[in-house]
């Protein structure tokens, strides 16, 4: 696979993000009840978003007390039973308390029924759309590090796990997922089905996940007889491939990397409408982001492929044994995201990543140098530093104990800890069982010093023939050309290596000698097309003799490229106008469309376009704002409309709807779009005439920002 080139990769990282776990500090949750198991009915009515439901919890006392308390936020229950009698009980809004003379030693079940109208940790995707707009419906949750108590009465802290089997009643016609293994699909009546899941081992309440549509699926069987499945909707039948490529390579190497085998009876993955991260490693269940729906094209940009072997590698590292602290975080992430690494080494080679390395030490030096370094034992520390400080600690670890003895300590670790809590110092004693070696050497310098250890990462990233090849090209950057124009030809000489190349690329930019022209129509002539890209992003000005080659750009296997070209080649010929744009008529790009909505834009700036044509492109972008469309999709708009600086009343509606997204990017986009456009006289009459035909929750959310 074609690498990312680096601006882009920053770029990408800065807006993917993944759920980060945060332990409850109320570690007194119930010290004197061992939570044993959750049998749980729940019934789901997504035009209502509601959710009713009935739980058993059977528990264990280990200390005679008078009360104990479920974590239940906001729901109203109509029973509570204790063994089948009728229980005292008092609810406060975020836990329900149970009151009993509970006996030291002795087993009780636990019975509740609720209702709740979830505003988190639930959400009800499209459920009210107009049936002529044909969009996806789904029902999805997302309960990490404490949410999932809004939707089910469960146990907020992570460090409690018990055994937890589901039965979930959905609409009939749609298909529900859940943790565990389907025992039975039984149809209630002409418009209910009911879907029962079971577990075999114990797990932490914030693991619990459904997700509901209408999706078809593939399945899978890993080399050691594992089901998985892969799920998707009809429409994107044929972008099933590229989106999961490579996932039964990636389920079967992590297995054998790890050397434990995978800890639940099957695997399953599931794409979202505006999941708020990219991805969530639910036990056994991973939900993701359907902005990795992608095609072939999109594959050699931005792919699922890291996602897709980081929350598999969470299935070990976090689901099987849980982090006690926050303090432990990295024993999650830190883990995850290097058996992805590994992965992606697996199957993009060693050079790929080597340069994963490369990129994540330039990240974590320049936070360091900056006086922000965070050790990895910090509770409070950034995501930066628990995913990928935490997954260099572990390469430096196993380049100073060896493999053998790294492979040794993470199966012993796993095996003797599994699904229960641990804390970092299990894992060192079992490095420096396997081993026979101390590592305080390296927890003082890897976990608990802030600073990020630059040399001795140097050191190991100049292992790599390939690394040690791209900073003696990357150090040629202050260079006047005429001096280093024959290295830079020779890092675009056959073969190839895109990562050097791109890097020879970014420093012919802004240059406009013969040898310079001489050098773009080499890398041109390469047909690489992450060299080809690096021209698209860098080149701010075409030169004359470039222009043909730079318009064939519109013709690559790349949407970044595809939308860089066609931006830079208006903006600088805009008499070409309609030939650009009928080269790009057809592409629609990524799922936010950053093709196709750019293509609009300029057919609607361009006074030679066709005139009749010019309501329907606009309507077209104009309705990608839709609140039913991917927030992906409608940010993408919102931002044209922004520069065009025209917005219908639907347009305001739906930037209001998106200032009150449960995706968290997207919200504070929109927000601060709302907060720019209400310091504009027009927009804030526009709105206060709008206020009569809002919703009770809008006209509150827009009364309060006019009052700002």
């Known amino acids: 696979m074609a690498p990312l080139m680096k601006q882009f990769l920053l770029l990408f990282v800065a807006f993917t993000s993944f759920a980060v776990a945060q332990v409850n500090p109320d570690l007194g949750q119930n010290q004197n009840v061992n939570y044993l198991q959750l049998d749980a009915e729940v019934s789901i009515l997504p035009k209502a978003k509601t959710v009713s439901g ?68 639930m959400y009800f995707i499209n459920w009210d759309a107009p049936k002529e707009l044909k969009v996806n419906k789904e029902v999805w949750t997302q309960g990490q590090g404490r949410d999932n108590s809004n939707w089910i009465p469960s146990l907020d802290d992570l460090t409690d796990k018990l055994l937890i089997n589901l039965t979930v009643n959905f609409e009939k016609g749609f298909e529900v997922i859940a943790n565990g293994v389907l025992q039975e699909k039984v149809a209630l009546n002409d418009s209910i089905t009911q879907w029962n899941y079971k577990m075999d081992h114990p797990m932490s309440s914030y693991l619990m996940a459904i997700a509901a549509g209408d999706y078809s699926n593939e399945s899978l069987e890993s080399s050691t007889k594992v089901p998985i499945s892969l799920y998707f909707e009809a429409k994107d039948s044929l972008k099933f491939e590229p989106t999961y490529r ?23 993955q599931i794409p979202v409408q505006d999941f708020m991260f990219s991805g969530m490693e639910n036990t056994g269940t991973t939900i993701f982001s359907n902005s990795f729906i992608i095609d072939s094209t999109a594959f050699n940009d ?8 980081h929350e598999l590698a969470h299935q070990w590292f976090g689901d099987m044994v849980t982090e006690r602290e926050s303090r432990d975080h990295w024993l999650q992430e830190g883990f995850a995201t290097y058996y992805a690494w590994l992965a992606e080494k697996e199957i993009f080679g060693e050079d790929y990543y080597y340069w994963k390395l490369f990129q994540s030490a330039e990240q974590l030096k320049d936070l360091s140098d900056s006086g922000k370094g965070e050790s990895l034992l910090n509770p409070n520390a950034s995501s930066l530093t628990f995913y990928q400080k935490g997954a260099w600690a572990l390469h430096i670890l196993k380049e100073q104990i060896g493999k053998e003895n790294f492979d040794i300590a993470i199966k012993n670790y796993l095996q003797n800890n599994a699904y229960s809590i641990v ?40 292992r790599s023939a390939f690394i040690k090849n791209y900073m003696e090209v990357a150090a040629l950057r202050e260079t006047p050309f005429s001096i280093k124009k024959d290295l830079l030809s020779n890092a675009i000489s056959k073969p190839i290596n895109e990562y050097v190349g791109q890097e020879a690329i970014f420093q012919i930019s802004g240059e406009s000698s013969p040898e310079a022209i001489d050098l773009y129509k080499k890398a041109f002539a390469s047909n690489n097309i992450m060299l080809r890209q690096a021209i698209a992003v860098s080149i701010d000005k075409i030169p004359l003799q470039l222009k043909s080659e730079f318009f064939s750009l519109l013709k690559d ?59 329907a492109y606009f309507n077209e972008l104009s309705e990608s704002t839709s609140k039913y469309l991917p927030s992906g999709l409608r940010q993408n708009a919102l931002g044209y409309l922004y520069q065009l600086n025209v917005f219908t009343n639907d347009n305001l509606k739906d930037l209001l709807n998106g200032a009150q997204h449960p995706n968290y990017s997207f919200k504070n986009y929109c927000e601060s779009m709302l907060k720019k456009l209400l310091l504009k006289e027009e927009y804030r009459s526009q709105y206060a005439a709008l206020q009569p035909t809002l919703s009770p929750k809008d006209n509150a959310f827009l009364t309060k920002k006019l009052e700002n």
């Open 54 to 121: 009935k739980t058993i919890f059977k528990v264990e006392i280990l200390n005679a007390v008078d009360s104990i308390f479920i974590d239940a936020k906001k729901m109203e229950f109509s029973e509570v039973l204790i063994n089948g009698k009728k229980a005292k009980y008092s609810n406060d809004g975020s836990r329900i308390w149970i009151k009993n003379k509970f006996k030291k030693g002795t087993n009780y079940k636990v019975a509740l029924a609720y209702t709740a109208t979830p505003t988190k940790a």
């Open 557 to 615: 296997e790349s949407y970044i490229t595809i939308e860089n070209a066609l931006l830079k080649s208006w903006l600088q010929f805009p008499e070409e106008t309609a030939f650009l744009l009928e080269q790009t008529k057809d592409v629609q790009g990524f799922q936010n469309k950053n093709v196709r909505l750019l293509w609009l834009t300029i057919n609607l700036v361009s006074p030679d376009i066709d005139p009749e044509l010019s309501k």
């Open 246 to 268: 490579y996932s039964q390579q990636i389920f079967d190497f992590i297995e054998t990397e790890i050397g434990v085998a995978y800890p639940w009876k099957n695997y399953k």
């Open 423 to 462: 804390i970092t110092e299990d894992f060192i004693e079992e490095v420096e069982k396997a081993s026979k070696m101390s590592v305080d050497n390296w927890a003082k310098n890897w976990l608990h010093q802030s600073a990020f250890q630059g040399t001795e990462a140097l050191a190991s990233l100049q």
């Open 302 to 309: 931005e792919n699922y492929v890291f996602v897709n072997a």
